[in-house]
């Protein structure tokens, strides 16, 4: 199985900063991409950004400018460096990967269990 491992989130103030890690182990023969989502209380979970194994790059709009996502092969972790942070950019961020599975022998998702960011003074 592939596991997903999150860490990096908390409080912050207003205009603060974090920084999001994200380790992909387990039975790994590939990852395409990797990225970030978030869910807010009564919202649908959105994507915050993504990275490709070729370090081709999507941001959500609301994002773009403040966030910035990038990633080790070497060591299957994904990066999103959070600045200039605002109240509405609190959520639950989860982590994503399509990964080559060597047990399923395919392509799979697989999720965090989400990291908590809240921005509040």
């Known amino acids: 199985q592939v596991q997903l491992v999150e860490s990096g989130g908390g409080l912050v103030q207003p205009g603060g900063s974090l920084r999001l890690s994200c380790a992909a182990s387990g039975s790994i023969a590939s990852i395409s991409y990797m990225g970030w989502y978030r869910q807010a209380p009564e919202k649908q979970r959105e994507l915050v950004g993504l990275i490709s194994s070729g370090d081709i790059i999507n941001y959500a709009d609301s994002v773009k400018g403040r966030f910035t996502i990038s990633r080790d092969n070497a060591k299957n972790t994904v990066y999103l460096q959070m600045d200039s942070l605002k109240p509405e950019d609190t959520a639950v961020y989860y982590c994503?990967?399509?990964?080559?599975?060597?047990?399923?022998?395919?392509?799979?998702?697989?999720w965090g269990e989400g990291t908590q960011v809240t921005v509040s003074s």
């Open positions: 994503h990967a399509r990964v080559y599975s060597t047990t399923m022998r395919s392509w799979q998702s697989y």
